[in-house]
């Protein structure tokens, strides 16, 4: 199974930002775990152009090809400048700006068709984990977000407890466990063979101290990471603990 680290800059970095791309390339140039930064949209050009080994990727795409979709940017447009992945389904898009499942699963067939990997994010709310609701809430995400068509190309699922994320609250190993395997469960049990290799990534409130013990555990193949990632020293520890892991 390929790991992952993946760093998800949100709406932060501007040009000289770039060069903590460069130094992650430099420190992990021989890595084996797949380093990815996906910056905002206005650096995705001139990340893409950067020499060295780390993948870029987008934080959101359309559901369209083109069109009259003012302001918006497809996974063709992305796909051409060169980047891997696009972010699909963030909790923050989710609440912020209306996704559903059915729109994230457009976004998710258009990021295929364009050759690119989706990293579709799920996870319940505070309330959800409050009311036992959790792995329902997860069931509810992963069915509608992903196409029947989803596992024939690469994708990659992230569980982000939206109550996790920027907030130094951690769910407990076994609670991160319970749900990774659950997803595991879910997508054997709608994709068959296929799901053994698709990457489940843990993302909220990832650090260097934290990181180890979330990676030890199993069905966590990578994280995405909010505001550790933003420094190269910082996210340069979680790597570390992903490649020893
Ligand atoms: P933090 O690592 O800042 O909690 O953010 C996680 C996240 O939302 C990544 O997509």
New binding site residues.
């Given amino acids: 199974m390929q790991k992952i680290a993946a760093g998800?800059w949100?709406m932060n970095g501007i040009s000289t930002s770039l060069s903590e791309i460069s130094l992650l390339a430099q420190r992990h140039s021989t890595s084996d775990v797949e380093i990815l930064i996906c910056p905002p949209v206005t650096l995705l050009g001139n990340a893409c152009s950067l020499p060295g080994s780390v993948a870029i990727g987008a934080q959101n795409c359309h559901i369209s090809r083109s069109g009259a979709y003012t302001g918006e940017i497809s996974a063709q447009m992305i796909a051409e400048l060169g980047a891997k992945y696009v972010?699909i389904g963030?909790?923050?898009r989710r609440s912020n700006n209306g996704e559903t499942d059915y729109i994230v699963q457009k976004k998710m067939m258009s990021a295929q068709q364009e050759g690119l990997t989706p990293i579709v994010?799920i996870g319940e709310t505070l309330r959800q984990r409050q009311n036992s609701q959790t792995l329902s809430a997860i069931k509810t995400q992963l069915d509608g977000s992903l196409s029947s068509e989803a596992a024939k190309s690469p994708i990659v699922i992230?569980y982000?407890p939206v109550w996790?994320?920027?907030?130094g609250h951690v769910p407990s190993m076994s609670e991160i466990a319970q749900v990774h395997e659950f997803c595991r469960k879910q997508l054997k049990r709608r994709f068959g063979d296929l799901a053994v290799n698709i990457p489940l990534l843990y993302?909220?409130?990832?650090k260097g101290s934290n990181a180890a013990e979330i990676f030890a555990l199993q069905n966590v193949n990578g994280a995405?990471?909010?505001?550790?990632?933003l420094k190269a020293e910082d996210f340069s520890q979680i790597i570390l603990a992903l490649e020893d892991a």
């Fill in positions: 998800n949100k972010i963030h909790s923050e994010c992230a982000e996790a994320i920027g907030t993302g909220g409130s990832v995405l990471v909010g505001g550790a990632s």
